[in-house]
């Protein structure tokens, strides 16, 4: 019997992603969701087209008081929540899915909503599914990077990482949701304690393999507080940057502005910005990357630094948060039951399985690199 999966939002820019992997699957019915019944139907049919596969579609409110009812009446098995912004967004999703005795996971990157899905843990439970929150870039990939590469370490003294988009940019919703933080304070760790950072500001410059020199800024992600604990790390630092240094630049402008009161308005301005980076994006390389810096203590009792670098060429650097769901869904699809319970989508999916999920090895490449001591 196939796998029944449900993506909200499976439309948009990352959802359709995800149902253009699942659609592919033999193992899988999948099932579309969303409000706007035109634009719903056109994407069942050209998923439907391209598969050569039916798919389904339900128009409702995933966030209204039908959407329990409507997951039991369609004998949904996991549902995908992929309609960000995630920033200030309510779990009534999960709940409902937790209501309805469903697994569940999304692709939230907002620090608050993946590290606060918890609050929901206990119900999970009781119910005997699994709510996982942040099954993306980050927490779930960066941290199978780093679980892989675990056993090298006797003891972890610091994670830097990032992410470097290509110039081609992603829906006005997530512009949105990562501009929320634009000046404000974020809570890093540095030698143990904790020390706030501006959103969007600390630009520097990284050169990275294959991307040259790209602009990098402050930026929340849910890591800061998961790999203290899963790490034991002192220090933790988490940056990324837009793939022509002028949008860098236009994003620290903007923080700048919020931070002294001269707009107050950060979704007004997403949207300024995202019109003028889709014009600007003509002149991108077409190229991202995620990279995470680990330094530490070897199981030789010497100094140990990581460098790790995921490479996405030809503008294909939306798959990578975007299939984290497309790999637990297979996963689960042939035989996989994560452990009941609400909690950030870490430990559920190994490098391996991600890669093949994104199964594209000629634009998407991993290296990692150690070396002896500091860097």
């Not at 128009?59 to 949904?76: P, S, T, Y």
């Not at 470097?164 to 949701?177: D, F, H, N």
């Not at 680990?294 to 996405?312: C, E, F, K, N, R």
């Not at 994104?358 to 290296?367: E, R």
């Amino acid at each position: 019997m196939a796998f029944r999966v449900m993506v909200v939002g499976g439309y948009g820019n990352f959802g359709s992603i995800v149902c253009r992997h699942l659609a592919q699957m033999p193992e899988i019915e999948l099932l579309l969701s969303g409000r706007n019944a035109r634009k719903l139907q056109h994407k069942v049919e050209e998923l439907q087209a391209q598969s050569g596969r039916a798919c389904e579609g339900w128009c409702g409110d995933a966030m209204g008081a039908g959407f329990q009812a409507a997951l039991r009446e369609l004998n949904i098995q996991l549902v995908v929540h992929t309609g960000g912004p995630f920033q200030g967004q309510s779990y009534a999703v999960a709940e409902s899915c937790i209501d309805a005795g469903v697994n569940y996971c999304d692709l939230a990157d907002c620090r608050t909503f993946v590290n606060g899905i918890d609050v929901l843990d206990a119900r999970a439970r009781e119910a005997g599914v699994a709510v996982l929150s942040g099954c993306s870039s980050v927490p779930t990939l960066s941290s199978a990077i780093i679980d892989e590469q675990r056993s090298r370490f006797a003891r972890i003294d610091s994670i830097e990482h990032g992410i470097s988009s290509s110039a081609k940019m992603p829906g006005l919703s997530t512009v949105e949701g990562v501009l929320a933080y634009a000046g404000t304070p974020i809570k890093q760790l540095k030698n143990g304690q904790v020390h706030e950072v501006l959103g969007w500001l600390d630009l520097t410059l990284r050169t990275m393999p294959q991307l040259g020199t790209r602009v990098l800024a402050n930026v929340d992600v849910p890591d800061m507080d998961i790999f203290a604990r899963r790490y034991g790390a002192q220090t933790l630092r988490f940056k990324a940057g837009a793939g022509l240094k002028l949008g860098g630049v236009a994003n620290a402008l903007l923080a700048q502005a919020l931070r002294f009161g001269l707009v107050r308005d950060h979704v007004r301005w997403a949207a300024r910005l995202h019109r003028l980076g889709t014009w600007f994006e003509r002149f991108g390389d077409g190229k991202s990357a995620m990279y995470i810096d680990v330094q530490g203590i070897g199981v030789d009792d010497q100094p140990l630094s990581m460098t790790a670098q995921l490479t996405a060429l030809n503008d294909k650097g939306p798959e990578i948060p975007s299939c984290a769901a497309v790999a637990l869904a297979t996963k689960m699809a042939r035989g996989y039951a994560p452990q009941p319970g609400a909690r950030p989508c870490v430990g559920e999916i190994s490098v391996d399985e991600y890669l093949a999920a994104i199964n594209d090895p000629a634009n998407l490449s991993l290296s990692v690199q150690f070396s002896d001591g500091q860097r």
